[in-house]
């Protein structure tokens, strides 16, 4: 199942017309991080047309860091990339992104604001990063416009029955697990400065993330963590 999170939208009518997008692709389930507008009013209802039951179903929480823990995959939308020396903001691309996401349970898709997108800290919480290609002339996506892409990619790339569906992919807990004992092993390893250990865990938190490890896969690496001195 997958769900859309708009952090801080301000305007009523992108609201609405989020709803409606998440209506066309067969999505129900809207989360609101602390709107600073109301969204059950004639604007946003008036651009949600058929899909008036998803806006008046939107669920509603005070920060960000609640959205975490409600989810078993966080994946940040955003068109603010710097260099690729800006390690959080790594990104797939959506049909990459549309591949990661068949294989977990319980993912969100986060928007950021209208006017700035998302903060480093709130992307420094997610699993990884998507961005939509677009002209480096003019690069930010209108809102509803970015979720309407992202959703129609998911939407067409749904898995079907394939000579590769016997396959087990990982569970996030057996993830979770793998990026323990690795930050177990940071923690023992020198460095000359903190700031290259903090670097190190946040790398080996985007490869885990991005990653598509069958469950043979991630065994064979417990055994291979366990057996490091």
């Known amino acids: 199942m997958v769900s859309v999170v708009l952090v801080e939208p301000h305007v009523p ?21 602390n709107p600073l507008c109301e969204w059950n009013v004639p604007e946003a209802v008036c651009r949600a047309k058929h899909a008036q039951e998803v806006l ?31 390690i959080m903001r790594s990104p797939v691309n959506p049909e990459q ?30 699993d990884f990063v998507v961005s939509i290609p677009s002209s480096k002339r003019y690069p930010a996506l209108n809102l509803s416009h970015a979720v309407a892409v992202m959703l129609y990619v998911l939407f067409v790339s749904f898995p079907k029955e394939t000579t590769t569906s016997h396959f087990t992919f990982a569970a996030e807990k057996e993830k ?27 790398i080996w938190k ?5 990653s ?18």
């Open 56 to 86: 008046k179903n939107a669920k509603v929480v005070k920060s960000f860091a609640e959205i975490t823990k409600k989810f078993d995959c966080v994946i940040a939308s955003t068109s603010k990339l710097g260099s690729d020396y800006n």
């Open 206 to 210: 985007r490869m885990i993330g991005k």
């Open 97 to 126: 992104c549309a591949e990661l996401v068949h294989k977990k349970k319980n993912v969100c898709l986060v928007f950021g604001r209208e006017n700035e997108g998302l903060l480093n800290k709130e992307i420094a919480l997610c």
């Open 13 to 33: 009518g992108n609201i609405g017309a989020v709803a409606r997008v998440m209506k066309n692709f067969d999505l129900d389930e809207l989360w609101l991080v």
């Open 212 to 229: 598509l490890l069958t469950r043979r896969e991630i065994f064979a690496l417990f055994g291979f963590f366990k057996k490091l001195k």
């Open 176 to 202: 979770e697990t793998l990026l323990k004992m690795i930050n177990e092993k940071i923690d023992e390893l020198p460095f000359t400065a903190e700031s290259k250990r903090r670097t190190q865990r946040i």
